[in-house]
């Protein structure tokens, strides 16, 4: 009997076995939850499919979160087959790669409002629609970094979308604690996915932590894994509107 066992939950943001969603998804499974994943694209799908398979988890379809019917359709379905669900994980971020390097004052009005729709936004439109299935309570997570609160090289327009992100889930839960609905999120260090490969300098920023961090080395996902399962069980009951580092600790320094 694992601390997630009897629970169930959609797992949003897993592009490949590299993603944090995956070491999500690996850490919750192995403790006895029941998964969902959702793809962005027919590309990703096929990446997606076997991985789901790997954690006996389910795929509930595309969802493209700039297109609000995909994500009712991906509710629709989870409706359908589970009822209702007791948590929710939002791995997702976008930016033109052309604002991840050089000046933030650069930044484009219309990269500016694609950045904080798809890495701010969509965490609480997915929010709304997964209030209506906590029908039991739940837990919800999102993934911020320390260019939130910090100016970091490079991380520009993405820094200020995650600041709007952070503020979110304070305001979510707020709204969300009366139902007994938790909402987290986790500032993770610097990790070498897809998505990180278009930052300007990764590696350098990589490099960067290992000299410099508390624990002088960076995190994996399987960390970042561990630390949401506390927040997404029981363990994490007395938990809402926080931003857990799991940073090697960084943020005390850097
Ligand atoms: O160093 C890092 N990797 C850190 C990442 C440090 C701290 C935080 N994070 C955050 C990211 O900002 C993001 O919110 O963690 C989250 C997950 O990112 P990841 O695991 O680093 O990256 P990746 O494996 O690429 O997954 C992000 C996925 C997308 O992948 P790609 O690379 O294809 O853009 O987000 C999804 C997509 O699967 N995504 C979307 N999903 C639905 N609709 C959309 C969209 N419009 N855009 C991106």
């Known amino acids: ?25 690996k ?17 990703l799908r096929k990446r997606v499919e076997p991985l789901a398979a790997d954690l006996g988890a389910i795929v509930v379809g595309h969802c493209d979160v700039t297109d609000p019917q995909s994500i009712d359709a991906v509710f629709k379905t989870l409706e359908q087959t589970w009822g209702k669900i007791d948590f929710l994980v939002h791995a997702i971020a976008f930016s033109d790669k052309d604002e991840l390097t050089g000046r933030y004052v650069d930044t484009t009005a219309e990269n500016f409002s694609q950045t904080m729709q798809i890495s701010c936004y969509s965490f609480t439109a997915v929010a709304q629609r997964a209030e209506k299935l906590m029908t039991d309570g739940g837990s919800m997570l999102t993934l911020t970094y320390y260019g939130a609160e910090k100016v970091m090289p ?16 304070r305001y979510l839960a707020a709204d969300l604690g009366k139902n007994k609905i938790r909402v987290n999120a986790v500032s993770a ?24 961090t508390p ?12 630390a949401a399962l506390f927040l997404l069980s029981d363990l994490g009951r007395g938990v809402t509107g926080e931003i857990q580092h799991v940073d090697s600790g960084y943020h005390v320094v850097g």
């Not at 200020?160 to 503020?167: D, P, Q, R, S, Y």
């Not at 998505?195 to 990764?202: E, M």
């Open 1 to 25: 009997q694992g601390l997630m066992a009897g629970k169930r939950g959609l797992i949003m943001g897993v592009a490949n076995n590299r993603s944090i969603a995956w070491g999500i998804a």
């Open 154 to 169: 490079h991380y520009n327009v993405m820094g200020v979308a995650k600041a709007a992100l952070e503020a979110s889930v």
């Open 215 to 226: 624990l002088r080395r960076t995190v994996t996902i399987e960390e970042v894994g561990d």
């Open 189 to 212: 260090g610097p990790i070498k996915t897809l998505a990180a490969s278009g930052i300007g300098d990764f590696r350098y920023i990589l490099k960067w932590n290992e000299h410099n």
């Open 27 to 43: 850490a919750l499974a192995d403790s006895g939850a029941e998964i969902a994943l959702t793809y962005q694209g027919d590309a």
